[in-house]
């Protein structure tokens, strides 16, 4: 029974930085992803990192910001975020990584991150 559980989310101002973890248990998936759905919206995709650890990030969102990395000894997957926006505010969920991940149907609770002007 795989387990993801999402911390490090909070309030910050615009321009902040947060940092995201995400621990894994119950398997270990090749490719792991953070993902985020904001009020309102559709969940979406923010940024995926493989074993290797060759990374991709949705380019309107995350790239530039964001850094995203792994400790596979830990099975832990991290989100750097830097120079936050208010339109970054969302619930930041992790998950592994496939072209199928809308179809997943487990995830955790996620972290909220808030971003005020």
């Known amino acids: 029974q795989v387990q993801l559980v999402e911390s490090g989310g909070g309030l910050v101002q615009a321009g902040g930085s947060l940092r995201l973890s995400c621990a894994a248990s119950?398997?270990?998936?090749?490719?792991m992803g953070w993902y985020r759905q904001a009020p309102g919206k559709e969940r979406e995709f923010v940024a995926a990192i493989t074993w290797s650890g060759s990374t991709t990030y949705d380019l309107h969102s995350a790239k530039g910001r964001f850094t995203i990395s792994r400790d596979i000894a830990k099975n832990t997957v991290y989100l750097q975020m830097n120079n936050l926006k208010p339109e970054d505010t969302a619930i930041y969920l992790c998950n592994k990584y496939s072209s199928s991940w809308r179809s997943y149907d487990y995830w955790g609770q996620g972290t909220q991150v808030t971003v005020s002007s």
């Open positions: 119950g398997r270990t998936f090749s490719s």
